[in-house]
């Protein structure tokens, strides 16, 4: 059997953490990529070490291509070719009018969110393209139901970025349909996590959960179970396709 071998990209806390440690359980042999925190990403590799699953941590910053070029090396030469990539590393910064944002704030926001996610998949691409001598493989990327919703003064230059992933989905998912690759995107409501420290407001899911038609917040292993469904065999006829996990929203 072909071994399952994957790279998630943000993976040393929130959502990527938890598809990570779903992945491990689930056979696959995971590369956990984060920027700063080692300590998190150590500790997510432990956890899968400790129920018996393969895993390392990989430093390095999506929005650099030299990075993303070495991640893939490493990857390379750890485990061999990858069979699944899951871009999900993705920052937001203070809630912000548009009118009062700058140029070097939509660039951090844009270069994390998109290019990262663009070159991360065109080395994913390269590599698993039954065109290329690959053999196949599948690709999700964490858009957001911001891309539905907008993100009016707090963060619209997220939901634009979340815009362009949902765009990016569509048209690579056309592009290497017939090249053994499958690409969906998930796009999570408000989850748990520590991403709303960044955006200025830590408990954001406890303030908007009353928004929510099921009048909640998610968990990070909610998402990682949609996340690990589209790239699983069950999914086989699934691509440039959405899985809304938001509680309704
Ligand atoms: P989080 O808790 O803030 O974690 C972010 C992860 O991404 C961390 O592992 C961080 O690494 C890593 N990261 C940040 N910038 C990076 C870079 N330039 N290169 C490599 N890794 C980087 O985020 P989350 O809430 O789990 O979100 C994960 C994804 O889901 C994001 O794409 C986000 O937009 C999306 N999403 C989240 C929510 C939500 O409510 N939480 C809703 C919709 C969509 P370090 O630990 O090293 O900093």
């Not at 796009?187 to 909640?216: F, L, Q, W």
Request: glycine share 10%.
């Amino acid at each position: 059997m072909q071994q399952k071998i994957m790279l998630i990209t943000g993976a040393s806390r929130g959502i990527g953490a938890a598809a990570a440690l779903l992945a491990a359980e689930q056979g696959y042999k995971v590369a956990v990529n984060y920027v700063r925190n080692s300590d998190a990403a150590d500790q997510v590799v432990a956890k899968i070490k400790e129920a018996g699953g393969e895993a390392f941590a990989v430093l390095g910053d999506v929005a650099s291509e030299a990075d993303v070029m070495r991640i893939f090396e490493t990857v390379d030469r750890t485990y061999g070719p990858l069979t699944a990539l899951v871009n999900n590393a993705g920052i937001l910064e203070q809630h912000t009018r548009v009118a009062d944002m700058d140029a070097a704030r939509l660039n951090r926001v844009f270069a994390t969110n998109v290019i990262g996610s663009f070159i991360c998949a065109r080395e994913a691409v390269r590599r698993m393209s039954t065109k290329q001598g690959g053999k196949g493989g599948a690709i999700v990327n964490l858009s957001s139901a911001a891309s539905r919703l907008g993100s009016p003064n707090e963060y619209v230059d997220y939901a634009a970025s979340k815009g362009a992933i949902d765009t990016f989905t569509i048209g690579l998912a056309k592009e290497v349909a017939d090249e053994g690759i499958r690409v969906n995107a998930v796009r999570p409501g408000i989850i748990y996590t520590e991403i709303h420290a960044s955006g200025g407001e830590p408990d954001r899911v406890d303030r908007m959960k009353a928004n929510v038609p099921m009048k909640r917040g998610g968990e990070a292993i909610e998402v990682a179970r949609a996340v690990m469904w589209l790239l699983s065999d069950e999914a086989s006829y699934t691509t440039g396709s959405f899985i809304d996990v938001s509680g309704g929203r």
